[in-house]
């Protein structure tokens, strides 16, 4: 695995697009050069913002990810890739549906998937567009995408864009670029894996899943609008060493397995035991069991 900080251009965003021009569109040529190689996702006018799930992915987890400060890092100096993208990428390739949803421009959008995605696990990309991005609220709806909220999830930095869906959804710390201690998208992952394996064995629903986990933690977390928003935060690499050591650690107790037990549970056993074994005796004797 390489170490060296995984950067492309001088000016990755500027080369190209104007992020604060939120009137901009895309030509008919423009638009042709960035629809090839995916599915396109808001080109077609319909309920949903992209087409259903394919056939090979109707019984996967949808994993909706953000993009900037969430995957990568890109204002007006290079584009930073947060460590942890290509394990990441290609777990999502094989066993999840995944979509990428951004407020950034689709020239912009689509040129940082094909940064991060070499093998193509992104199925779908959002970009900024009016059919869901106003300028004022940068809320995600996530019904908009025709999906069972039982089996999606959104992983965002910004909490505001989980309002409605927290229960489906998993705040990460910013990312800013040229960390390479930042392990964030690697306990993501494991994360991504338990839901995975659990929804295969157990039928868990995501819901469910993110109140229980033990990767994540329930916080408060100030909103854009000066209010506070309760959201599920994946934990710190710190919390996250102390609570995977605990949660190792956690194992179901069998009374029918005398070694597995301390020297004081030994004790209390043998003497529940005695207890018990006179309490029959009193019993038989009593007349009260009938033993042929």
């Known amino acids: ?29 423009e638009e042709s050069l960035v629809s090839f190689r995916r599915t396109p996702s808001l080109t077609d006018v319909g309920q949903f913002l992209i087409p259903p799930k394919l056939d090979a992915d109707k019984d996967k987890l949808t994993v909706v990810l953000d993009l900037d400060e969430t995957l990568v890092y890109a204002r007006m100096g290079p584009l930073y ?13 094989e066993h999840c549906e995944a979509v990428v949803w951004t407020a950034s421009m689709h020239l912009y959008a689509d040129a940082v998937v094909d940064q991060i995605d070499p093998c193509g696990a992104i199925r779908h990309t959002i970009y900024r567009h009016q059919r869901w991005f106003n300028g ?3 809320t995600k709806e996530l019904q908009l995408l025709g999906r069972d909220l039982d089996s999606t999830i959104i992983i965002e930095n ?24 930042d392990t964030t998208l690697t306990r993501l992952l494991d994360f991504i894996k338990d839901l995975v394996a659990q929804r295969a064995s157990d039928g868990i629903t995501v819901p469910e899943f993110i109140r229980n986990s ?21 934990k710190s690499a710190d919390e996250a060493s102390v609570s995977e050591a605990m949660h190792r650690k956690r194992k179901p107790f069998n ?26 005796q ?11």
Not at 3 to 26: M, P, W
Not at 81 to 93: D, K, N, S, Y
Not at 214 to 222: N, Q
């Open 1 to 29: 695995m390489s170490t060296a900080q995984r950067k492309r251009g001088v000016s990755f965003r500027i080369h190209y697009c104007n992020s604060s021009d939120v009137s901009y569109e895309l030509n008919a040529a």
């Open 81 to 93: 890739v947060r460590p942890g993208m290509e394990q990441l990428m290609t777990f999502l390739a």
């Open 136 to 138: 004022q609220s940068a």
């Open 158 to 181: 910004t909490p505001d864009c989980l309002l409605g869906y927290e229960q489906n959804g998993v705040i990460v710390e910013d990312y800013e670029g040229g960390e390479l201690e």
């Open 214 to 234: 033990h990767h994540l933690r329930l916080g408060e977390l100030p909103s854009n609008k000066g209010s506070s928003l309760k959201c599920y935060c994946l």
């Open 255 to 280: 009374p029918l397995k005398p070694s597995t037990l301390s020297h004081d549970q030994r004790t209390v056993k043998h003497i529940l035991d005695r207890k018990e074994g006179k309490s029959l």
């Open 282 to 292: 009193n019993w038989r004797h009593k007349g009260r069991i009938m033993i042929h």
